[in-house]
C-alpha cells in the first residue's frame, strides 16, 4: 500500500511538471549522502550510440544525433537529444541520461541522469526501468528503497524485452536476498 501511495504521489509531482522532470526530480527525490557506485558498473544494456538505438531513415534529426553518438561528438549530439527528448522519444531521453551518468558532452550529474532515465521509463522505455530499478536498488543518485526498486524492476521483467527482463529478473533475485 505505501508504494502505491509514494508512487501516485510522485506521479502528481510529474504531471504537474513534464517539461522538466530532471529538474523536478533533482529537487525531489531523496539524494543519497554517501559516494555513489558507478552506474557503468551496474547495468551495460544500453549505451550511447550503441545497437539499440535503430535508424531506418526518414527522420534527419534522429540520423544526425545517432551519428554524433556514434563518432563520440557528445557535447554536439546534446542539443539534438533534447529535441527529440522533448518531442516524446523515450530512446533520446535514455540517451541524456546516459550522458549525464557518465559526464559525456556535459558535466557528471546523478540526479539529471537518474531524472531523464525514469522520465523515459514512465513512458514505456524498458531499459529505462531496468535502469531506475537499478538505481533504487543500490542507491545510485538515491537513497535505496527496495519498494521502489521492486516496482520498477517488475514493471522490467514484464516488459517483454528478453535481454532486459533477464537482467531485472536477476535484480530482483538479488534485491529479495
Not at 543519497?32 to 535503430?54: M, Q
Not at 534522429?62 to 563520440?72: D, N, P, S, T
Not at 530499478?133 to 517483454?160: M, T, Y
Amino acid at each position: 500500500m505505501a508504494l502505491s501511495t509514494r508512487f501516485m504521489e510522485a506521479a502528481m509531482r510529474i504531471s504537474l511538471s513534464l517539461t522538466c522532470l530532471p529538474c523536478l526530480l533533482a529537487a525531489s527525490l531523496p539524494v543519497a549522502a554517501k559516494a555513489e557506485p558507478s552506474l557503468s558498473g551496474l547495468i551495460n544494456e544500453s549505451r550511447p550510440g550503441d545497437a539499440t538505438i535503430s535508424y531506418s531513415g526518414g527522420d534527419t534529426d534522429r540520423g544526425m544525433v545517432i551519428a554524433k553518438l556514434r563518432q563520440r561528438e557528445f557535447a554536439e549530439a546534446v542539443p539534438l537529444l533534447l529535441k527529440l527528448a522533448d518531442a516524446g522519444e523515450s530512446w533520446a531521453m535514455r540517451e541524456l541520461g546516459w550522458l549525464y551518468a557518465e559526464g559525456n558532452g556535459v558535466p557528471v550529474d546523478s540526479a539529471r541522469a537518474l531524472g531523464w532515465f525514469y522520465e523515459a521509463a514512465v513512458i514505456g522505455d524498458s531499459r529505462s526501468m531496468l535502469l531506475v530499478g537499478v538505481a533504487f536498488s543500490r542507491g545510485w543518485g538515491v537513497d535505496p528503497d527496495q519498494g521502489l526498486a521492486a516496482f520498477w524492476l517488475a514493471k522490467a521483467r514484464d516488459s517483454g524485452d528478453r535481454h532486459v527482463a533477464g537482467a531485472a529478473a536477476d535484480e530482483l533475485r538479488r534485491l529479495a536476498a
